[in-house]
T-cell receptor
Framework: AQTVTQSQPEMSVQEAETVTLSCTYD???????LFWYKQPPSRQMILVIR??????QNATENRFSVNFQKAAKSFSLKISDSQLGDAAMYFC????????????FGKGTRLSVIA | GAVVSQHPSWVICKSGTSVKIECRSL??????MFWYRQFPKQSLMLMAT?????????EQGVEKDKFLINHASLTLSTLTVTSAHPEDSSFYIC???????????FGSGTRLTVV
C-alpha cells in the first residue's frame, strides 16, 4: 500500500523568508502523481502544486516550487517570500495513475507565518 | 471551472436522527467521487469511493449501514449519516475526479455536530 509521510507536524517562517516542507512517500508504482494541498482555517482544500512522476523537471507555481527526487521518493515544497496568507495546514498527497484511484494524504504540516 | 458544491456547510442534529450531505459537480461530469472524514487537527481519512450507477466501495472499518452513499447521476453524490451519534461529529469532505484530468476538485466540506 502506498503511504505518504510528512515528518514536520509544525513549521514556522518569518514573513518574506523561505521555508521548505518535507514529504516522502512509498510506492511500487512507476507512474503516479504528487500534490501539495493547502487547507486554511476555512478548511477548503486548495491545490498548491502538482508533479507528474514521469517529468524530471520540478514543478513551479509562482512562489511555490517542489524538489522532486524520484529515486529517493521525496517531494518537498519550497515557499519563497512567505506571506501571512500562506499560514495553513499543508498536505502532501499521492495518486497512482491507474483508474480512478483516490488521493493518499500525509498527516499534514501546520505552517505559521510570523510578521 | 471544475467546481464542486457541497451542502450543507454545517449541520447540527439530534442523536438518533439521519443527516444527508450532498456533493454536486457544477460544470463537469464526475464519474467518481470520494468521501473523506477529517477530525480536528488531523489529516483526511478516506471513507469510501462512489462510482456513478454502482455501489460504493468502503474503506476498512467504515460502517456501510451507517454511512450510506448514493451516486445516482454524473453530477450528484450523497452521503447519509444514519442514526447519528455524537462520535459521528466530524468534518466531511467530498472530492470529485474529473474525467480526462488527473486533478481532484474538493467540496467546501460539511461540519456535522451531533448533540
Amino acid at each position: 500500500a502506498q503511504t505518504v509521510t510528512q515528518s514536520q507536524p509544525e513549521m514556522s517562517v518569518q514573513e518574506a523568508e523561505t521555508v521548505t516542507l518535507s514529504c516522502t512517500y512509498d510506492t511500487s508504482e512507476s507512474d503516479y502523481y504528487l500534490f501539495w494541498y493547502k487547507q486554511p482555517p476555512s478548511r477548503q482544500m486548495i491545490l498548491v502544486i502538482r508533479q507528474e512522476a514521469y517529468k524530471q523537471q520540478n514543478a513551479t507555481e509562482n512562489r511555490f516550487s517542489v524538489n522532486f527526487q524520484k529515486a529517493a521518493k521525496s517531494f518537498s515544497l519550497k515557499i519563497s517570500d512567505s506571506q501571512l496568507g500562506d499560514a495553513a495546514m499543508y498536505f502532501c498527497a499521492y495518486r497512482a495513475n491507474s483508474g480512478n484511484t483516490p488521493l493518499v494524504f500525509g498527516k499534514g504540516t501546520r505552517l505559521s507565518v510570523i510578521a | 471551472g471544475a467546481v464542486v458544491s457541497q451542502h450543507p456547510s454545517w449541520v447540527i442534529c439530534k442523536s438518533g436522527t439521519s443527516v444527508k450531505i450532498e456533493c454536486r459537480s457544477l460544470d463537469f461530469q464526475a464519474t467518481t467521487m470520494f468521501w473523506y472524514r477529517q477530525f480536528p487537527k488531523q489529516s483526511l481519512m478516506l471513507m469510501a469511493t462512489s462510482n456513478e450507477g454502482s455501489k460504493a466501495t468502503y474503506e476498512q472499518g467504515v460502517e456501510k449501514d451507517k454511512f450510506l452513499i448514493n451516486h445516482a447521476s454524473l453530477t450528484l453524490s450523497t452521503l447519509t449519516v444514519t442514526s447519528a451519534h455524537p462520535e459521528d461529529s466530524s468534518f466531511y469532505i467530498c472530492s470529485a475526479l474529473r474525467v480526462g484530468y488527473y486533478g481532484y476538485t474538493f467540496g467546501s466540506g460539511t461540519r456535522l455536530t451531533v448533540v
